[in-house]
Antibody, heavy 122, light 108 residues
Framework: QVQLVESGGGVVQPGRSLRLSCAASGFTFHRFDMHWVRQAPGKGLEWVAFMSFDGSNEKYADYVKGRFSISRDNSKNTLYLQMGSLTTEDTAVFYC???????????????WGRGTLVAVSS | EIVLTQSPDTLSLSPGERATLSCRASQSVSSSYLAWYQHKSGQAPRLLIYDASSRATGIPDRFSGSGSGTDFTLTISSLEAEDFAVFYCQQYGSSPITFGQGTRLEIK
């Protein structure tokens, strides 16, 4: 079954760190660029980070630069998001998403997970 | 960055009716690189349309997209019960990619 399953969310205090994971199955993970997208409560979707299919290129939204780090382990079919210096404004459901075409840098997404909730609260 | 403004915020219609959702960009979207997604609460978002007018794999032909430049439209020709959800547009012609704030399509 072609799917993405996020995990690692939870309640975390401001200033602390958290690592999210996204397990891919049913497709050739190492051929696809991957992204993280988030949705704060009552808000719309917001792009967070990108990693190329081979891990050689990464990009971040300005509001997470220097705080978040995206990585992947193609041998484990897993994407990660290491989040640091968290603030209450980072409270959101975080989704991982797959580029529509392999190795093409499409920057639009044909496969998403159901998301994992990160709640930053003291 | 390109700001996408969707209208209306909420659209109340009945099954069988036609839905027209708008997405306006603050500047021209390069190469009509615009996508539409459907999102139901607790579920994964679903790609409907890419490149402004191409239907994604498996999407019924009652969904269609049109537009270019700064004005784009998603049309659902005859609403079915499972279509009611929140819809987002997204531009990927300029960095950073951005999403609209969403239109909620609810049953009247």
């Amino acid at each position: 079954q072609v799917q993405l399953v996020e995990s690692g969310g939870g309640v975390v205090q401001p200033g602390r760190s958290l690592r999210l994971s996204c397990a891919a199955s049913g497709f050739t993970f190492h051929r696809f660029d991957m992204h993280w997208v988030r949705q704060a409560p009552g808000k719309g979707l917001e792009w967070v980070a990108f990693m190329s299919f081979d891990g050689s290129n990464e990009k971040y939204a300005d509001y997470v630069k220097g705080r978040f780090s995206i990585s992947r382990d193609n041998s484990k079919n897993t994407l990660y998001l290491q989040m640091g210096s968290l603030t209450t404004e980072d409270t959101a459901v975080f989704y991982c998403a797959r580029d529509r075409l392999a190795k093409r840098g499409n920057w639009h997404f044909d496969l998403w997970g159901r998301g994992t909730l990160v709640a930053v609260s003291s | 960055e390109i700001v996408l403004t969707q209208s209306p915020d909420t659209l109340s219609l009945s099954p069988g009716e036609r839905a027209t959702l708008s997405c306006r960009a603050s500047q021209s979207v390069s190469s009509s690189y615009l996508a539409w997604y459907q999102h139901k609460s607790g579920q994964a978002p679903r790609l409907l349309i890419y490149d402004a007018s191409s239907r994604a794999t498996g999407i019924p032909d009652r969904f269609s997209g049109s537009g270019s430049g700064t004005d784009f439209t998603l049309t659902i020709s005859s609403l079915e019960a499972e279509d009611f959800a929140v819809f987002y547009c997204q531009q990927y012609g300029s960095s950073p990619i951005t999403f609209g704030q969403g239109t909620r399509l609810e049953i009247k």
